[in-house]
Structure formats: C-alpha cells, structure tokens
C-alpha cells in the first residue's frame, strides 16, 4: 500500500464534486466548511465542478478531469468534496488511473457515493483513501472517542490511530444549513451501540479495509473497477476486513444487492464485516439486520453492526487500504488503524 505523505500547515486542499455540486443557497455552508481548512492552516482550492444546475456538478469527463488534475498535482495534498450524491460512476471510465497511480498519493476523503470513486481507487492503484465525514460536515465537533478525517490525514506512514464507539448517535433528519450556515454542533441523542449478528461472544480480527455504501458499490460488482479478489491477494494476504453501509434502500433491496456482491467475490477475503448503522427503511417483517443476515450469515466470520461507518452521524472514518484490528464486547467497538 502506498500512504500520502501527512498534510501540514501551508499545504494547499483540493475541493471538487464529483457527483453532485452545491446549489446556491448552500454556499455559505461551503464557504463556512472551507474556512473551518483555513483555519487549521491550510489553503484551499475551489475547482469549477461545484455548480449544482442539475444532478451533477458537470459532465463526467469534466468532473474525472478535475479530479484527476488535484490527484496528481503535487502542490495539492489532499481532495475533499462537498458531499456525495446519485451517479459519480458515470467518472470511473474518465479517471487516468495510470496518470494517479503514477502520481505522489494525494488523500482522498468522503463516503456516499464518493465511495463508488475511493473504493476502486485503492484497489486499482494501491493508494490509501478515507471513507470519513465530508467537507460540509467537517465543521462538526468530533465526539469523545473518535477522530475527524484532518486527523488521520495528518499521519504519517506506520503511525496508528485507535477510536472507540461513542455509543450514542444522531436520530434521523438534516440541520438547517440554510439557516444557519456556522453551525458546528450536532445532537447526538440516541444511545446505542455496536452488536453482533452472527452469534454471541467478543472479537478481536484483523485485516486491511475496504469498502463503502452498498448502493453504489453494488453497481461495480463483476466490472474492472471492483476486483476485490485482486486487491486482496496483492495486498491483503491475511485477509480483508470489509465494511458495509446502506444509504437509503429498503431491506430487501439492500439483501440484493448484498448478495449479488457475495456472489461477485466480495467477501471471499473477509475476516470480518462491519455494517454500518443506518437509517434506510426495513421491508415488511424484514429488518436492515435481516439483510445482512440473509446474504451474509453463512460466511462464517464474524457481522459486526451499527458501525458508524455509514449516513448516520457520527462518522468514524476508515482508511481503505489500512491494517487494523477489530474488538468488540458488550456492545463496544474499538477500531485501530495502521497506516502499514
């Protein structure tokens, strides 16, 4: 694996969207989100795919060469977008992955459907990237026990880092941007923690991570950007730790897909998977857990659930392509990454 060199005050942040821009009314929320770098030192570029007239900030081939461009400009050291969206896998086909791989690594941070572009991005060139809270929810406060994505970004190859379940999350809905674009706390008022599907009893696996949300990455399966079985036996020979996330979808939706992934080889690799909480809806007598039960269950590893890895704050960022081990007891999840 192949780790950016850490980002250090003066270093310049490229800001893009791949998939979807950022309307009007919202920009002082980006404006705010970007002065919230500033003020850790850092300098930021804004690109041109960032308009929101319609679903996506501009033509694929516009948005996969910005992209591109900040990934392999060695002046800029790390690409955050604004947030995720609906359809950046019409990019994947544009990216010059020889041109990025070629590069210096530049980090990549966000999930969503930035996660359609991070996960096949690590596997294809052996680059680090990080599924973590997007740039519009940066200014967040990070809660007792976690980190934001400017912490793991500022680490340098071989250093570790250790966050532990908070055991409290967000209930469902959006803050008010629009009316108050300063915002930097969030309520946290749900008490909860991770459990175990698959069985009872403690865990402690290890594995390099990889992953993202299951609607988008489902779309990858069996094509030339999701060789996971690749990826694995190139990088990952004791095995993958795979993590899961539903955006949106229903139950039954969300154990299709799951399944057509394990049938593509997804989680041939795993030692362990991590499904992330969620918000998406259950299907008539069939939960978000069933689903993961129902395509997943026979692997015979362990299922570790409501990870915050997912849409429902807050986030616990994840390195694609990072050693780290997983504990869990009681509830209780504990992640410590390796940037090895």
Same mark, same amino acid.
């Given at each position: 694996?192949?780790?950016? @060199?850490?980002?250090?005050?003066?270093?310049?942040?490229?800001?893009?969207?791949?998939?979807?821009?950022?309307?009007?009314?919202?920009?002082?929320?980006?404006?705010?989100?970007?002065?919230?770098?500033?003020?850790?030192?850092?300098?930021?570029?804004?690109?041109?795919?960032?308009r929101?007239?319609?679903?996506?900030?501009?033509?694929?081939?516009?948005?996969?060469? $910005?992209?591109?461009?900040?990934?392999?400009?060695?002046?800029?050291?790390?690409?955050?977008?604004?947030?995720?969206?609906?359809?950046?896998? #019409?990019?994947?086909?544009?990216?010059?992955?020889?041109?990025?791989a070629?590069? $210096? /690594?530049? =980090?990549?941070? %966000?999930? @969503?459907?930035?996660?359609?572009?991070? *996960?096949?991005?690590?596997?294809?060139? %052996?680059?680090?990237?990080?599924?973590?809270?997007?740039?519009?929810?940066?200014?967040y406060?990070?809660?007792?026990?976690? +980190?934001? =994505?400017?912490?793991?970004?500022?680490? /340098? $190859?071989?250093?570790?880092?250790?966050?532990?379940?908070? %055991?409290?999350?967000?209930?469902?809905?959006?803050?008010?941007?629009?009316?108050?674009?300063?915002?930097?706390?969030?309520?946290?008022?749900?008490?909860?923690? =991770?459990?175990?599907?698959?069985? #009872?009893?403690?865990?402690?696996?290890?594995?390099?991570?990889?992953? %993202?949300?299951?609607?988008?990455?489902?779309?990858?399966?069996?094509?030339?950007?999701? #060789?996971?079985?690749?990826?694995?036996?190139?990088?990952?020979?004791?095995g993958?730790?795979?993590?899961? $996330?539903?955006?949106?979808?229903? *139950?039954?939706?969300?154990?299709?897909?799951?399944?057509?992934?394990?049938?593509?080889? =997804?989680?041939?690799?795993?030692?362990? +998977?991590? +499904? &992330?909480?969620?918000?998406?809806?259950?299907s008539? &007598?069939?939960?978000?857990?069933?689903?993961?039960?129902?395509?997943? &269950?026979?692997?015979? +590893?362990?299922?570790?659930a409501?990870?915050?890895?997912?849409?429902?704050?807050?986030?616990?960022?994840?390195?694609?392509?990072?050693?780290?081990?997983?504990?869990?007891? #009681?509830?209780? &999840?504990?992640v410590?990454?390796?940037?090895r």
């Open positions: 694996m192949r780790y950016p @060199s850490p980002l250090r005050p003066g270093d310049r942040i490229g800001v893009t969207a791949p998939s979807a821009g950022v309307a009007d009314p919202l920009r002082p929320r980006l404006d705010f989100s970007c002065s919230t770098l500033r003020d850790r030192g850092y300098e930021v570029v804004v690109g041109d795919c960032i929101a007239d319609r679903h996506v900030s501009a033509p694929a081939a516009d948005r996969a060469a $910005e992209l591109t461009a900040m990934l392999t400009d060695p002046t800029i050291r790390a690409v955050v977008p604004p947030w995720g969206g609906e359809i950046s896998v #019409d990019v994947l086909p544009h990216l010059d992955f020889a041109a990025i070629a590069a $210096e /690594p530049t =980090w990549l941070v %966000g999930y @969503s459907d930035i996660s359609t572009i991070l *996960a096949p991005l690590t596997m294809r060139t %052996g680059v680090a990237t990080v599924h973590g809270n997007n740039l519009m929810e940066t200014p406060a990070v809660p007792d026990g976690l +980190v934001s =994505w400017l912490d793991i970004v500022t680490l /340098p $190859e071989g250093a570790s880092v250790e966050q532990t379940s908070p %055991g409290r999350y967000a209930s469902p809905g959006f803050a008010d941007w629009v009316a108050d674009p300063t915002i930097t706390t969030r309520t946290v008022d749900r008490a909860g923690g =991770w459990r175990r599907l698959d069985g #009872d009893g403690p865990v402690e696996v290890s594995g390099r991570l990889i992953g %993202g949300c299951i609607e988008t990455l489902a779309t990858l399966t069996g094509t030339a950007f999701a #060789d996971l079985a690749g990826f694995a036996q190139r990088y990952a020979p004791d993958l730790l795979v993590y899961v $996330e539903a955006g949106e979808d229903t *139950a039954f939706s969300i154990a299709r897909r799951l399944h057509g992934m394990r049938l593509a080889g =997804w989680f041939d690799a795993a030692t362990a +998977v991590l +499904v &992330g909480r969620t918000h998406a809806p259950d008539p &007598g069939f939960t978000q857990y069933d689903a993961a039960l129902d395509a997943l &269950g026979g692997l015979g +590893v362990p299922i570790l409501d990870v915050e890895c997912g849409h429902v704050p807050p986030h616990l960022p994840l390195v694609n392509g990072g050693q780290a081990t997983v504990r869990y007891a #009681d509830g209780t &999840g504990r410590t990454q390796t940037l």
